[in-house]
């Protein structure tokens, strides 16, 4: 599955959902596994950005996934 469901934590953070192979549909998946009250967005795997290093500021704008500049300055000190 290209797919991934993604949402912001209560601490701020992106949460992403790596579905599995599964019979259930990726939105029978997002309503089974996000915690309730959250907004979720179900994005292409290549929305993700392919840069790890500053996984900790990403966070969710709109449909796109982003560094938070202000997030990684302070989690970074870049």
């Known amino acids: 599955?290209?797919?991934r469901i993604v949402y912001m934590t209560d601490?701020?953070?992106l949460?992403?959902?790596i579905p599995a192979?599964?019979?259930l549909s990726?939105?029978?998946i997002a309503k089974k596994d996000?915690?309730?009250g959250k907004n979720?967005?179900?994005i292409d795997v290549s929305d993700l950005p392919s840069d790890r290093t500053y996984r900790d500021a990403w966070?969710?704008?709109n449909n796109t996934v982003e560094i938070d500049e202000n997030k990684k300055a302070e989690l970074y000190g870049a």
């Open 15 to 17: 949460a992403v959902i």
């Open 34 to 36: 996000v915690p309730n």
């Open 40 to 42: 979720y967005k179900i």
């Open 59 to 61: 966070v969710l704008n």
């Open 21 to 23: 192979t599964s019979e």
């Open 26 to 28: 990726i939105e029978d």
């Open 1 to 3: 599955m290209n797919k």
């Open 11 to 13: 601490d701020n953070k």
